[in-house]
Every structure is written in C-alpha cells, then in structure tokens.
C-alpha cells in the first residue's frame, strides 16, 4: 500500500479546506475505503478522519427525521424514532453487510462505497471506473452481478448499497457542505447512471462533504417492506433488492414508493410502477402488474439474464409483504 498521511479533522471547515486538494480523502468508518486501499484500487496521499466531527445526530424535524452524516447503520437501525418513523430505513440497513460491519460504517460513508464489481478491483483488469478509457472487464466477462437498468457501453457495474435503496424510496434528501456554503439535492439524483463517466459515482464535487440526510414524513410506516434476493443469508450484496412502501386506506393505495436495489449504478426508482398503483386496490393482481411496468427497459448480459425474470417476482413479493398480504 502506497504510504499516505492521516490526520483527525477539527472542524467541517477544515475538512472543507484539506479535501479541496487533490489526493485528499475522507475516512470515517473505512469499511471500503481500507479495501480499496489495501487493493491498490485507490491511493491517496492524505487522509482526514472525521469521526470527531458533531454529525452523528438522529433528531425529529418539524418535516421529518435528520440523520447525520456520522450516524453509524448499526446505531441508525436500532433507532427508537427511525423504527416508528421510517421502518423501511432500518429494515434496509439490517439487510446490509454484517453487524461488524453496520457497527463501524456511516451514513455518509454508505452513500459513499464503490461498486463490488470484481473486475474494478482487479487491478490486473481492465475497468473504466478505476481507469478511464482501459475498457470493461465485466462487459465480455463474468457479469452475473451486474445492471440490467441503466448501464451504458462504458459500464454496467451496479450500486451496492441496501440502505440507499430505502433511501432512495423515501424520497430522502441530501445534505451537502462546501466552500460555498450547504446545498441540498434529492437522493434519487445523488447518484449517478455511468454515461461516459463511469469513474463518476455521484454528484458530489471536489471539496464538498456529506454532512447528513432528511427524510419528509410519510404515512408508510405501517406498510413498507425491504426484500433482498442474494446468494447467501447474510453479508453478501443483492442480486435484486426491493424496497416497497404503501400508504393504503380501506384497502386502496394512496401513494406507492419502490426502489431497486442490485439492479443500476444507482438506486433504481420504479417511477411508472408507483404511478400505476396510485387508486388502485391493494391485491397480489395488480402488484404483478406493476413489476411487469417496472421491467420494460430491463436488459440482461450474458450472465445476468436471470434477474430480468426474477426482479419481477421480488417487486410482487416486497409489495405483499408491505400491504400485510403475507
Ligand atoms: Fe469497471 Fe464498470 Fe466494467 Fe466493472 S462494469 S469492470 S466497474 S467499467
């Protein structure tokens, strides 16, 4: 491993100023960035640990629930008011990874991880994401993990998070800090699809930091579910996620929220399957017809064909454990 500084952060400022230079890195939990480092895949000349910065609140807003950049999943998870409030969040973050795991990795940290394509971390192959213009191992490859939403010729890794894919679904902001002050922008588009920038991973620019979320209140505590599809029970990432969540009255669905989870670059919003459940009745019929609508742009690889037939089920499996059917 390439020798590197490290240094602890004493104010958001000072963080702000050290990561505008370039080589300059963030370390919080480290559960991907000592992987990557490890690997060879990333080599910075710096890091600044964060851990000591105020950002590991969880408080109740006059709209909803902040969490801070720092909250650690485990600790989030288990969380009194995002169980009452947003049991999706916890039932996503309890999806992901291994308790060792949850109980050193942030927030920030889990918008932040990299894709588990095998072939970006490889250092002997070729990866457009870790070396722009070097090509996609993955494309000719062994590419059973990988997108069938999205994708384009330069990529087609997917996004590993699960706690993101709840996110994503309840229509979580982001909250930003930078030399220019805070900014804000929708979760859904925090991530980025990989175009000709595959290298790119979200929208987050040089010298800005994470310093939290928000999540708007909602009437789908009672009817959200989080269904992941993966090779083994525990620590392995998703062939196929759902996240679903309902806000049912006498038996009719008001408002639907689905997001996919091992399916794109990014948590996958189902927008026109959401739009199709709105006013209509809560039966196991009309969430297959849903998953139908939400699979019309899918397209499979060599190896990942198999979730083109799969996701469907898992969308009308996620809904019927939201809407109580199970
Ligand atoms: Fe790299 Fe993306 Fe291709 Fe994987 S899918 S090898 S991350 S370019």
Same mark, same amino acid.
């Given at each position: ?27 919080? =939990? ?19 640990? *964060? ?6 609140? $969880? ?14 999943? +485990?600790?989030?998870?288990?969380? +009194? ?6 049991? @999706? ?6 999806? =992901?990874? +291994? ?12 918008? &932040?991880?990299?894709?588990?394509? #095998? ?43 699960? &706690? ?11 909250? *930003? ?17 990989? =175009? ?18 928000? $999540?708007?209140? /909602?009437?789908? #505590?009672?009817? +959200?579910?989080? @269904?992941? *599809? ?12 759902? %996240? #679903? #969540? ?5 038996? $009719? ?32 019929? /009309? ?6 609508? %939400? ?8 190896? /990942?064909?198999?979730? $083109? ?6 969308? %009308? ?10």
């Amino acid at each position: 491993m390439k020798q590197f500084q490290y240094t602890r952060a004493v104010s958001q400022q000072s963080t702000i100023d050290a990561i505008a230079k370039p080589g300059t890195k963030i370390i919080a =939990g480290g559960t991907n960035l000592v992987d990557l480092m490890k690997r060879g895949v990333t080599a910075p000349d710096k890091l600044v640990d *964060i851990n000591n910065l105020p950002l590991k609140n $969880i408080t109740s807003t006059k709209t909803g629930l902040h969490i801070g950049a720092l909250a650690l999943n +485990s600790v989030v998870s288990e969380n +009194s008011l995002v169980l009452q409030k947003q049991p @999706l969040l916890s039932m996503a973050l309890k999806a =992901g990874a +291994s308790p060792q795991l949850r109980n050193m990795a942030t927030v920030g940290g889990n918008m &932040m991880q990299r894709t588990r394509c #095998a072939y970006f971390f490889d250092v002997s192959m070729p990866c457009n994401k870790r070396e722009p213009g070097t090509g996609c191992g993955a494309m000719g490859g062994y590419n059973r993990m990988h997108a069938i939403f999205g994708a384009s010729e330069q990529c087609i890794a997917v996004h590993p998070s699960d &706690m993101c894919v709840g996110l994503a679904a309840l229509d979580a902001t982001v909250i *930003i800090a930078g030399k220019k002050g805070e900014r804000r922008i929708q979760f859904i588009d925090f991530h980025r699809l990989p =175009g000709d920038h595959p290298e790119q991973d979200n929208h987050l620019a040089m010298g800005e930091m994470i310093i939290g979320v928000d $999540i708007p209140d /909602n009437n789908f #505590a009672k009817n +959200s579910y989080y @269904l992941k *599809i993966r090779d083994r029970q525990s620590y392995a990432f998703a062939l196929v996620s759902v %996240a #679903a #969540a309902l806000d049912i009255s006498n038996g $009719i669905i008001k408002q639907a929220r689905l997001a996919m989870g091992g399916v794109a670059h990014k948590p996958w919003r189902l927008f026109d399957a959401e739009k199709a459940l709105a006013g209509k009745a809560a039966t196991e019929e /009309n969430f297959k017809q849903a998953a139908q609508i %939400a699979m019309r742009d899918a397209k499979g690889y060599e190896y /990942n064909s198999f979730k $083109i037939k799969m996701a469907p089920a898992v969308i %009308a499996e996620a809904l019927k454990h939201a809407a109580g059917l199970v």
